[in-house]
């Protein structure tokens, strides 16, 4: 059986595809930066803090080191 839509009516229903694979692209991202967060915790005692403030000055020095 055939349907006939207009081209508004496509574009809307690509928009909400659109819309819904980046949802759940987003919340898959954010499992998985929550998951390896409290990896790091639990493996070797991270403190969240101090890698947000002081991780990337490291990582620029280490850089310039090696």
């Known amino acids: 059986m055939k349907i006939v ?3 508004e009516q496509y574009r809307l229903l690509m928009e909400e595809n659109f ?3 980046l949802i759940s692209k987003l ?4 499992k998985f930066t929550t998951d390896v967060l409290n ?3 639990k493996s070797f005692n991270f403190n ?5 403030t002081y ?3 490291i990582g620029v ?3 310039h080191v090696n």
Request: avoid cysteine; hydrophobic fraction near 40%.
């Open 5 to 7: 839509i207009s081209e």
């Open 19 to 21: 819309k819904n694979n």
């Open 27 to 30: 919340e898959s991202f954010k």
């Open 39 to 41: 990896d790091l915790k």
């Open 48 to 52: 969240i803090k101090f890698g947000l």
């Open 55 to 57: 991780g990337a000055g």
């Open 61 to 63: 020095l280490l850089s």
